[in-house]
């Protein structure tokens, strides 16, 4: 079964608009990790954040915040004014503690349009 | 912070033949090390999760005999895709963690294509 769903294949936006990116997961664990990572067309994965399962306070950083609810299983994610260099696909992953391997959501394509 | 090199970045080899995937962990010890495969468009699928001295796991689906993983030491894991063939091309990430409640440093992967 899959464990984090990325309802939106693709999101496409003009710059200084902002873009909000769901995340829904699913587990069993009651402790759990949680991560976005950007993906540009290079291929690397650039860390954006990761939230264990007791900490549910929401998260802003620059431009980027993060809408954490155990409630609805959801971990949100939210970039303000978007900018062309935020054309990327963004994943949401999730690793439990039973045995720490990541998995990954299917990814949102996100494009900054000038 | 953490890094993890990634070597080669890109090969091309002709079907039939060997590839070899290094990742290193360059400041940090890396007691298990995930590999990751990606089709183009895809999301990163797990093949493979390697505990340094100790056999690999493989995930439902991936043939360990054509996937080999070597993790000798703390700071060094190894892929190495067997008689390479076309559908074997694709987009390889090694990752690795170095304790139990953390995060994961990627290497920056290696796209293989095959002949």
């Known amino acids: 079964a899959q464990k984090v769903t990325q309802a939106q294949t693709e999101i496409s936006v003009v710059e200084k608009e902002d873009v909000t990116l769901d995340c829904v997961y699913e587990t069993r664990d009651t402790t759990y990790y949680l991560f976005w990572y950007k993906q540009p067309p290079s291929g690397e994965l650039v860390f954006l954040i990761r939230?264990?399962?007791?900490?549910?306070q929401n998260e802003i950083s620059g431009r980027y915040s993060w809408n954490f609810q155990k409630s609805t299983s959801s971990f949100n994610f939210t970039i303000t004014a978007s900018q062309v260099v935020d054309s990327a696909v963004y994943f949401c992953?999730?690793?439990?503690?039973?045995?720490?391997?990541?998995?990954f959501g299917a990814g949102t394509t996100v494009t900054v349009r000038a | 912070g953490a890094v993890v090199s990634q070597h080669p970045s890109r090969v091309i080899c002709k079907s039939g033949t060997s590839v070899k995937i290094e990742c290193r962990s360059l400041?940090?010890?890396?007691?298990?090390m995930f590999w990751y495969r990606q089709f183009p468009k895809q999301s990163l699928m797990l093949m493979a999760t390697s505990n340094e001295g100790s056999k690999a796991t493989y995930e439902q689906g991936v043939e360990k005999d054509k996937f080999l993983i070597n993790h000798a030491s703390l700071t060094l894991s190894t892929l190495t895709v067997t008689s390479a063939h076309p559908e074997d091309s694709s987009f390889y990430i090694c990752?690795?963690?170095?304790?139990?409640?953390?995060?994961?440093?990627f290497g920056s992967g290696t796209r293989l294509t095959v002949v």
């Open positions: 990752s690795a963690t170095g304790e139990p409640n953390y995060g994961y440093t």
């Open positions: 992953a999730l690793s439990e503690a039973r045995d720490y391997k990541l998995s």
């Open positions: 400041d940090f010890q890396a007691t298990t």
């Open positions: 939230r264990n399962s007791f900490d549910e």
